[in-house]
């Protein structure tokens, strides 16, 4: 027969507590998501006037401004390239990541220490951007996707996490395939990364939410809008108010004014959804990934 626990006061008092914070905590995180996605719904006109929160469409639903947004090639042209450069710095950064982990977590490594006070050393202090900007130049990067891809592949943060998580695989099965024969690249791939997906998965994460909400390095080592990622155009709709090549025709003064309010929120959904719809498949592995890469240091 089960025994039934009582709750306290104290414990009931708690409990309510807890629940009103978290309420509270998930709609200040909630808020300024869903007003937004609102504000994308809603009548131009009468976006144009509103001032406060909104928590509904107003006057009547339109997608008139994800029309406009999915008509503008310029979107369409970041859109693309930032998936190109979300996909090959993950990809390329993952990979790098995971080498550099394997090699540090060797114990009979002989250089581990010193490359391990290298790697952290660049945590703390950093070239700085004119030598970095001088650096790309003098590898003819300007105005090269290369530049977007290539310098954040590496990252000391990444590497130390994937080394730790590695040290917390039994040597014994490391042991236990050379026996069989196995080299590094097939304990690697055979063994590490199966057992590690948790962490890698965290990483993925870490590495495509990075580069897709980046517009700094683009900014400054681009200068052809065809390259362009998706975050600049939005930059330049949001903070310099410039939402002019979205619009076309003998009408487009008049319809940028009225439309300029719509356009910025729809962009802003169209900017941050694809991150938004992955994430859940990926959080998961976000709380055990990033568990098992600081436990063990």
Same mark, same amino acid.
């Given at each position: 027969m089960a025994i039934v626990q009582r709750k306290s006061k104290g414990k009931i008092a708690f409990d309510i507590v807890n629940y009103v914070l978290l309420t509270l905590i998930a709609l200040v995180c909630v808020m300024p998501i869903w007003h937004v996605m609102m504000a994308s719904l809603s009548a131009p006109a009468e976006l144009q006037l509103n001032k406060g929160l909104i928590l509904w469409p107003l006057g009547q639903s339109t997608l008139k401004g994800y029309e406009l947004v999915f008509e503008n090639p310029s979107i369409m042209v970041g859109y693309k390239n930032t998936i190109i450069y979300v996909v090959l710095q993950t990809a390329l950064g993952i990979l790098c990541t995971i080498i550099a982990g394997y090699i540090l977590a060797h114990k009979t490594f002989v250089f581990k220490g010193f490359l391990m006070f290298l790697i952290t050393f660049t945590m703390m202090f950093s070239g700085g951007l004119i030598p970095t900007y001088m650096v790309i130049k003098n590898l003819g990067w300007i105005d090269n996707r290369l530049a977007l891809i290539i310098p954040g592949c590496m990252?000391?943060?990444? +590497? +130390?996490?994937?080394?730790t998580s590695i040290q917390g695989i039994p040597d014994s099965l490391e042991e236990s395939a050379k026996l069989d024969g196995a080299g590094d690249l097939t304990i690697l791939f055979r063994i590490i990364i199966p057992l590690d997906k948790a962490t890698i998965a965290v990483l993925i994460?870490?590495?495509a939410v990075a580069q897709w909400n980046s517009w700094f390095n683009a900014m +400054?080592?681009?200068?052809?809008r065809k390259l362009f990622p998706l975050q600049l155009i939005l930059r330049e709709i949001l903070i310099q108010?410039?939402?002019?090549?979205?619009?076309?025709?003998?009408?487009?003064?008049?319809?940028?004014?009225i439309y300029k309010p719509l356009v910025r929120y729809c962009t802003t959904i169209v900017a941050t959804l694809p991150i938004l719809c992955i994430y859940p498949f990926i959080q998961k592995y976000f709380v055990s990934g990033v568990m098992i890469g600081s436990l063990k240091g």
């Open positions: 990252n000391a943060f990444n +590497i +130390i996490i994937m080394r994460l870490f590495m +400054i080592y681009l200068k052809s108010n410039d939402v002019t090549q979205v619009f076309y025709g003998a009408d487009a003064a008049s319809r940028t004014d």
